[in-house]
């Protein structure tokens, strides 16, 4: 997958028996995964036009170029679906997209070095990002918020965190 291009959805299965799609979507705004233009899979060897049709639980109903059948849909259950970087609209200087976190240093107010970010999550009431590193036997979670992490330094290829007590072993 090229660095260029960002994760926003999933095709989760067939939706119905013609050809629609369950559509997941990652973005701010869910409703944007159709708005972005051609969306690829991980490996860029396909590109599909989206066309939402509805909202249903947990997604969309969608319909998929190429796509005609509930065979052809549930053949395309678990398709990550990319978009190309320059599509995404600018961020605000303290917004930042899970993608250019993930892999980031993590060091301490002190310098001291932490792990590197390995994952975001989100289950609903805030972004936590997972930090793995050589002194941590399972995964630290943190939340991303300005308290725990008062500097993202992307240039820098860095986060500073204030960590919560108990979230790094002392």
């Excluded at 705004?29 to 060897?45: C, M, Q, R, S, V």
């Excluded at 999550?121 to 793995?132: P, V």
């Amino acid at each position: 997958m090229s660095d260029d291009r960002i994760c926003v959805g999933v095709i989760a299965g067939a939706f119905g028996v013609r050809g629609e799609v369950r559509l997941k979507s990652f973005c701010a705004e869910p409703e944007d995964i159709g708005t972005y233009g051609p969306l690829w899979t991980e490996d860029g060897a396909r590109s599909f036009t989206v066309e939402i049709t509805r909202p249903v639980k947990n997604g969309f109903a969608a319909l998929i170029d190429g796509v005609s059948g509930k065979e052809a849909a549930d053949a395309l259950r678990g398709t990550r679906l990319f978009v190309d970087r320059t599509a995404l609209p600018s961020l605000p200087d303290d917004e930042f997209y899970h993608a250019d976190l993930i892999g980031l240093d993590v060091v301490d107010t002190g310098g001291m070095a932490l792990g590197r970010v390995s994952a975001v999550h989100n289950h609903g009431a805030g972004d936590l990002l997972e930090i793995t590193g050589e002194g941590l036997k399972t995964p630290a979670l943190l939340p991303f918020t300005r308290a725990a992490v008062p500097t993202v330094d992307l240039a820098a290829r860095r986060i500073v965190i204030d960590p919560p007590e108990g979230v790094f072993p002392e």
